[in-house]
C-alpha cells in the first residue's frame, strides 16, 4: 500500500516536473526493490509495509547524517539537497512520537514483557518494533529503555 502511495507520488512528480521529489521517489523506489531482492536471496517474501517504513528511516538517518558531514565541510548547498530529501521521505512516515509518547510507550512495553533488568531489553525492544516502526528513533528509544531497565 505505501509502495502504492510513493509509485503515485513519481506520477505526479513527473506531471509537475518537480525534479527534486522525482529523483528522489526514484530513489525510494531502487532501494526498495533491492531490499526486495536481497529478501528474496534470503528466501523471504517481499518487503511489508514496516519492512518499508525501516528502509525509509533509514534512508532518513544516511541522509541526516550526510547533512552534518556537509555542515562540517562548509558545503551549504549539498546539506540543502539532504534536507529537502529528507522532507520527501518523511512524508511517507507515519507521524513521528513526541518525547513522552516514546517514554510511556516504553514504561507499557517494559510492563508488558515484564523486563526485570538488562538482559530483557531485547523483548521491550522487539515489542516496540512490533507496534511502532516507523513512529520512533529507534536510537533513541533504546537509551531510554536502558536508562529504565537500570533504573536510571
Known amino acids: 500500500m505505501l509502495r502504492d502511495d510513493i509509485n503515485n507520488a513519481v506520477k505526479e512528480a513527473m506531471k509537475a516536473k518537480d ?3 522525482l529523483s528522489t521517489l526514484r ?8 531490499a526486495d531482492i ?4 534470503d528466501g523471504k517474501p517481499p518487503l511489508t509495509d514496516a519492512d518499508v517504513l525501516a528502509v525509509l528511516q533509514k ?12 555542515e562540517k565541510g562548509g558545503r551549504a548547498e549539498l546539506a540543502a539537497g539532504e534536507r529537502e530529501e529528507i522532507a520527501v521521505i518523511s512524508a511517507y512516515l507515519p507521524k513521528q512520537m513526541s518525547d513522552d509518547e516514546v517514554k510511556s510507550a516504553i514504561s507499557a512495553a517494559v510492563t508488558e514483557t515484564g523486563a526485570a ?4 531489553m531485547g523483548k521491550v525492544i522487539a515489542v516496540l518494533k512490533a507496534k511502532y516502526t ?5 536510537a533513541k528509544a533504546s537509551a531510554l529503555v536502558k536508562a529504565a531497565l537500570s533504573g536510571g
Open 19 to 21: 525534479e527534486r521529489k
Open 27 to 34: 530513489m525510494v523506489n531502487s532501494t526498495l526493490k533491492n
Open 38 to 41: 536481497a529478501a528474496r536471496g
Open 59 to 70: 534512508m532518513i538517518k544516511q541522509r541526516q547524517e550526510s547533512v552534518e558531514l556537509y
Open 117 to 120: 533488568g538488562m538482559k530483557d
Open 134 to 138: 516507523g513512529q520512533m528513533d529507534f
